[in-house]
């Protein structure tokens, strides 16, 4: 099961998120405080708040959205007989460095998906937050990266190439942030998702410049 990862991700974070449902002293020693991480170099918390929820529907929601795009994207980073059937001009960077890759770029979404709080309430002692969206953001963009042309279906009904998901993303994640009000951390949505473009560029900088030619390619 080339997917394992995936699953265990789920699994931690479901399991950690339920227990912190009913575990008061849980979730705080998990929660992303920016002013502890600042201030106490707790720096865990930067990864360690991914696997809290707010609730059910937000647990349920990041869980299906990284189970729909990690399972097939941690399958193309470590078969190399996938990845060939996509990708058959490129090097196949080894089964073992796949799965690093995409342990990665889970990380590294939840890492980047934290600086815009870390940046404005380094200094704020009440300020919390929980939640994967940030990594599953850059899972889910470094898909829409490396398959532009593929179809997705935004909001689980609207069929699209996952090129104009990953606009429809942006554009309503800013407009969200802009509004405000939603008491979601809409920036580490989109911070989450540039992690997701800046690890793909970083291992394999052709699939930026493939993002587009595949694109102007399917307009033709």
Not at 43 to 67: P, V
Not at 199 to 207: A, D, K, L, M, N
């Amino acid at each position: 099961m080339t997917e394992i990862v995936t699953y265990v991700i789920i699994g931690i974070t479901v399991l950690v998120s339920i227990m912190a449902f009913s575990n008061a002293s849980l979730y705080q020693q998990l929660i992303f405080n920016p002013y502890t991480v600042k201030h106490n170099k707790q720096y865990y918390r930067i990864l360690s708040h991914t696997l809290l929820h707010a609730d059910w529907t937000h647990l349920a929601f990041n869980m299906y959205t990284f189970f729909s795009f990690g399972t097939f994207l941690e399958i193309v980073f470590s078969n190399p007989n996938v990845f060939y059937r996509f990708f058959p001009d490129h090097h196949f960077w080894g089964i073992q460095t796949g799965y690093v890759f995409f342990i990665l770029l889970y990380l590294v979404g939840a890492v980047v998906a934290s600086l815009p709080a870390m940046r404005k309430h380094g200094d704020n002692i009440s300020y919390n937050a929980v939640g994967a969206s940030g990594a599953v953001s850059a899972v889910i963009m470094a898909f829409m990266i490396m398959f532009p042309t593929l179809e997705i279906r935004m909001f689980f009904a609207i069929p699209m190439p996952a090129y104009v998901g990953a606009l429809i993303f942006f554009g309503i994640e800013h407009y969200l942030q802009r509004r405000g009000g939603t008491n979601v951390a809409h920036d580490a949505h989109i911070y989450g998702a540039l992690g997701g473009i800046i690890f793909i560029g970083i291992i394999q900088p052709s699939f930026l410049v493939e993002f587009f030619t595949k694109i102007i390619a399917s307009w033709q």
